[in-house]
Nanobody
Framework: QLQLVESGGGLVQAWGSLILTCAAS????????MGWFRQVPGKEREFVAS????????YYADSVKGRFTISRDNAKNTVYLQMNSLKPEDTAVYYC???????????????WGHGTQVTVSS
């Protein structure tokens, strides 16, 4: 019912910035809370940020609060993750996720994208 495709990952130096984009292909996109998760080898996939279906509420993991910003454009079926002041610890595969009629917290993932690699060099 919902396909998610991430883009924008790549290699960046510490203290640099990247913006990730998640494009969704479904008429029901506006009814999903959207989120970003990340995962590195040997660790569990962790929550990064989310935004309610209305766009009125956002939530962030403590590790990225103040550095990352999540936003959405329902007219374009797109969600973004602006990442500033990147650290080597931010290196991971970043996944876009969707939560049907979600408020953003707690986040209950119904659909996952395939991920995009972000590598931060020291």
């Amino acid at each position: 019912q919902l396909q998610l495709v991430e883009s924008g990952g790549g290699l960046v130096q510490a203290w640099g910035s990247l913006i990730l984009t998640c494009a969704a292909s479904a008429l029901s996109f506006t009814y999903y809370a959207m989120g970003w998760f990340r995962q590195v080898p040997g660790k569990e996939r962790e929550f990064v940020a989310s935004i309610s279906w209305s766009g009125g509420k956002t939530y962030y993991a403590d590790s990225v609060k103040g550095r990352f910003t999540i936003s959405r454009d329902n007219a374009k079926n797109t969600v973004y993750l602006q990442m500033n002041s990147l650290k080597p610890e931010d290196t991971a595969v970043y996944y876009c996720a969707a939560d049907y009629y979600g408020l953003g917290h707690p986040f209950r993932t119904n659909y996952w994208g395939h991920g995009t690699q972000v590598t931060v060099s020291s």
